[in-house]
């Protein structure tokens, strides 16, 4: 899968990527991220990106121009993907909420292309070139950069080859709707600190696999 960042920060995500899980997925070719400095669609020689919003208001919005000139040069370089099977993303605090379930779907894609918004949003006319807004959360970042590595973490993880061990997935929080996960224990059996002993649930040490499935579902969380 290849994954588009439009940013003018093209070298924030840097260090995020040269570790675990996606690095992995990068360096077996699983997947593919390019960024793309937002600032080179420019034309002005402050290359600037953003502006004032007619009408007045605190802050500045980013400029439609710089935008559509980066999405017409993505395009152009996926042009052999089917449609149905790309995707662009406006990250907006106001798109719709981003969960395991979208996770999934959108795993079944070949390239998705983010757009990273800053100050205080975007021309509103971009609207009309995006397929999706989405949000992490109810809150507000700086910036979308975080948000894009946040839903590319959470996809990269689903495809295959990207973890070593492929029971993680099915076995993992929100891998059944509403569901967590259950308590899970490692070494040492007894943890102590001052005279308080913190000991692991004696059905784990059992060996009884059918007893440690119930007693897992019996305590796996409910999220609302």
Known sequence: MKFNIITIFPQILDSYLEEGILNRALTKK???????DLRQWTKDKHHTVDDTPYGGGAGMLMKIE??????????????KIEKKKKKIILLSA??????QSLAKKYSALKEITF????????????KEFVDEEIS??????????????VII???TRLLPGSLGNTKSITEESHSQKNLGEYPQYTRPEEFKVGRKKYKVPKILLSGDHEKIKAWREKNQKLII
């Not at 710089?66 to 042009?79: C, D």
């Open 30 to 36: 699983i997947i593919t991220i390019k960024t793309h």
């Open 66 to 79: 710089p935008l559509y000139q980066a999405l017409k040069y993505t395009k152009k370089s996926s042009q």
């Open 94 to 99: 106001s798109g719709k909420k981003w969960n």
């Open 115 to 126: 757009i990273c918004g800053r100050y205080e949003g975007v021309d509103w006319r971009i």
């Open 136 to 149: 992490i959360g109810d809150y507000v970042l700086t910036g979308g950069e975080l948000a894009a590595m």
């Open 153 to 155: 973490d959470s996809i």
